[in-house]
């Protein structure tokens, strides 16, 4: 089995750069099926969510060829929903991503069917929202047998006035992408403001898209009938820049993060500086630095530009390490702190009460073989692993890898001591206050 061995203790040092970001990217490449012609889309992470949906594209016919390892070009000039072979389920059903697949069909091609998404699970992710604006476009959306099946009812969707329940990333991108080539014209009220959601808009608007206002709480969409191809850099991932930040808070050292949007880590950094950690802004990066105690604080998810919900489990790590009593509570998900029983395998001092966890901070944690519960919580055992006295062993990291490009790499040119290696289960080692 393969699982990261990491001997904590190393401060971190050097320059690390930022890969694109994966919540862009799984709802670009989708897009890309809106468009009869080549798309090339520049800052793609390799990760394996990007991995999954290029080669979904694939099994729909569309002629993927990458240039260099951040660099591919999609051509869906031929892409098909007719008879699609049995094995693109299996990948549909891994990733959270694939029920971009609907909107992007619907949109293409007035029909569209995929498995119900995966994805990381904490709690009940429900649909209604994507159901909801679908339905508003003009769309009769099923969910039977695991399947969503969706027809525009007239043949080619219509715009439409549409009030999101819910604040919600994914509904937001569901209706932008389904909406892009709808006839007339959409209202989005209550959308996602996060940077992916404006990445996505620039996106579609590079390739003969009318979206505007993405980043605000109204977007307006004019529906064209069709989208041309065209060239699109990603942005920067906010939250695996985050993830680094909050590496070096944990481990301590000085590290200079590259190829990030400062403005999209102001509410990361804010919350890094209460806790004794420094921070200096470039206009492409950020220096963080953390010699002194960390000391604790309260921290409470929002959605964009609230501390993002993606980062909780990484400062809850981080809290973890620094004294006194920190209260976080998480705003968007219902069930987002397993991660929380992977640490106190550590020693960490802390307790959840629903969507509440009290983390007392203690001198130091203790390395153990604790497990990746999903692709946040992955990263939160990791920088507590950093910090740790001894060895930490970190299993399930294939949903580390959902996420973050080349950790190891990354961290290790860090000066971390972090190695991936496949080795058979080890016994546990009884601490030697027992064993004598
Ligand atoms: C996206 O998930 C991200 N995933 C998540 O990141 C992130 O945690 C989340 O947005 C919030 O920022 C991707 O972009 C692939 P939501 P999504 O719809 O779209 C409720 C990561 O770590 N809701 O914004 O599924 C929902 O239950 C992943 O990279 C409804 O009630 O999240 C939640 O409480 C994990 N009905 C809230 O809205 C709906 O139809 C926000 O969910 C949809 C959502």
């Known amino acids: ?21 994966k919540n862009a990217a799984v709802a670009i490449i989708p897009a890309a099926i809106l468009v009869r012609g080549v798309c090339r889309l520049e800052n793609l992470p390799q990760i394996s969510d990007t991995d999954t949906l290029l080669r979904v594209l694939t099994y729909m016919g569309a002629v993927v060829r990458t240039l260099n ?29 694939s029920y971009y697949l609907i909107g992007a069909m619907l949109g293409r091609f007035g029909a569209a069917c995929s498995t119900m998404p995966g994805g990381c699970n904490f709690g009940v992710r429900p649909i209604d929202q ?54 007339g014209n959409t209202v989005i009220e209550n959308v996602a403001r996060e940077p992916h959601i404006v990445d996505l808009a620039n996106f579609l608007n590079s390739m003969g898209a009318d979206v505007r206002g993405a980043g605000t709480d109204v977007i307006k969409i004019r529906g064209k009938a069709s989208l041309h191809g065209g060239s699109y850099a990603l942005i920067p991932d906010q939250i695996e820049a985050g993830t680094y930040m909050a590496a070096v808070a944990a481990a301590g050292g000085s590290v200079k993060i590259a190829n990030v ?26 220096l963080v630095s953390r010699e002194g105690d960390l000391r604790h604080t309260n921290v409470k998810t929002m959605p964009y530009p609230g501390f993002p919900t993606d980062m909780q489990p990484q400062i809850g790590a981080v809290l973890c390490c620094a004294a006194g009593l920190s209260v976080v509570t998480e705003g968007v998900w219902d069930n987002r702190y397993k991660y929380i029983e992977e640490l106190r395998k ?45 060895t930490t062993r970190v299993e399930d990291i294939q949903y580390i890898e959902r996420g973050y490009q080349d950790i190891v790499g990354k961290l290790r040119a860090l000066g971390a001591d972090i190695r991936c290696v496949d080795e058979p289960a080890e016994p546990p080692v009884v601490p030697s206050w027992i064993a004598g």
Not at 76 to 94: G, K
Not at 131 to 143: E, H, N, P, S, Y
């Open 1 to 21: 089995m393969e699982r990261y061995v990491i001997r904590g203790g190393n401060p971190l040092r050097g320059t690390v750069e930022i890969s694109g970001a």
């Open 69 to 97: 390892p951040s660099t591919v070009e999609i051509d869906c000039t031929n892409v098909h929903i007719d008879s699609l072979p049995e094995d693109i389920w299996a990948l549909t059903r891994r990733i959270r991503a």
């Open 130 to 183: 994507h159901i909801k604006g679908l339905t508003a476009l003009g769309a009769d959306v099923r969910v039977e047998g695991g399947f969503i099946q969706a027809r525009a009812k007239s043949g080619r969707l219509k715009g439409a006035k549409i009030y999101l329940d819910k604040v919600s990333v994914g509904a937001t991108v569901q209706v932008m992408i389904a909406a892009a080539t709808a006839e």
């Open 261 to 286: 949007i400062p403005k999209h880590l102001d509410c990361i950094s804010s919350k890094l500086r209460e806790m004794n950690v420094e921070i200096e802004e470039g206009d492409d990066f950020v």
């Open 346 to 390: 550590m020693g960490a001092q802390a307790q959840v009460d629903g969507r509440t966890a009290f983390i007392q901070g203690v001198d130091r944690l203790s390395g153990a073989t604790v497990r990746a519960c999903d692709l946040r919580a992955g990263a939160a055992v990791v920088i507590a692993g950093l910090a740790a006295e001894g």
